[in-house]
């Protein structure tokens, strides 16, 4: 089974300056997807990136980028020029790519809290 | 355009009572899933199912029940509220493919169970 894990419960940033927050997987595919997924207090999950494990580009959105390292089966996800708004629990997440039953579901870490001070 | 719709948005229970969460969604999705969050432990799997009629269980199945009449309805059952079942639920709905991977949301049900 694929696990995900979030060794940052909790992380800081001051305004404007550039945190990055951390996630390793386990998992015996080659071929999958990873996510980062922003719930502020409103509850709601919003996606912010997606990375395909059968490419070796990281993903990038706007301020939002990652490094993925599929050899070490790592994906972290900077955030640049944070700003108030980005503050909330920010979850990684994994999903199988070959497709039948629950390989669509997705498998999640514990969560790192961001906060951003002004 | 509602995506996935979940009702209630909070809830208190009594130990012992009964009740239906309730989503629907309105992208045609195949796949629809259960989730529940506690505190510092992510988002677990409750069930999940690829489309009418057919459902599974995911890792924390225990005290719920599911059906899929419809493509666009996925209800939760509580039969025997317990206080371990005190958490925000979130249903999801995805597309069944390899090319569009994005999980949709709802906005989570909060549920204290007393």
């Known amino acids: 089974a694929q696990t995900v894990t979030q060794s940052q419960p909790e992380m800081s940033v001051q305004e404007a300056e550039t945190v990055t927050l951390s996630c390793t997987y386990d998992?015996?595919?080659?071929?999958?997807?990873l996510f980062w997924y922003k719930q502020p207090p409103s509850r709601q999950m919003i996606l912010v990136i997606r990375?395909?494990?059968?490419?070796?580009q990281n993903a990038t959105e706007n301020r939002f980028s990652v490094n993925f390292q599929k050899a070490a089966k790592s994906f972290s996800l900077k955030i640049s020029d944070s700003q108030l708004g980005d503050a909330a629990m920010y979850f990684c997440?994994?999903?199988?790519?070959?497709?039948?039953?629950?390989?669509?579901?997705?498998?999640f870490g514990k969560g790192t809290l961001l906060t951003v001070n002004p | 355009n509602a995506g996935v719709t979940q009702t209630p948005k909070f809830r208190i229970l009594k130990i012992g009572q009964s009740m239906t969460l309730q989503c629907t969604q309105d992208m045609n999705h195949n796949y629809m899933y259960w989730y529940r969050q506690d505190p510092g432990m992510g988002l677990k799997l409750i069930y999940y199912?690829?489309?009418?009629?057919?459902?599974d269980k995911g890792e924390v199945p225990n005290g719920y029940n599911v059906s899929r009449s419809t493509t666009e309805d996925f209800p939760l059952r509580l039969e025997l509220a317990a206080p371990s079942q005190t958490s925000v639920y979130f249903c999801a709905s995805s597309y069944p493919g390899t090319g569009n991977t994005e999980a949709f949301f709802g906005q989570g049900t909060r549920l204290t169970v007393v």
């Open positions: 998992t015996s595919e080659s071929d999958y997807y």
């Open positions: 997440a994994y999903r199988d790519r070959k497709g039948g039953g629950s390989n669509y579901k997705l498998t």
């Open positions: 990375q395909e494990a059968y490419k070796q």
């Open positions: 199912s690829v489309g009418a009629g057919i459902t």
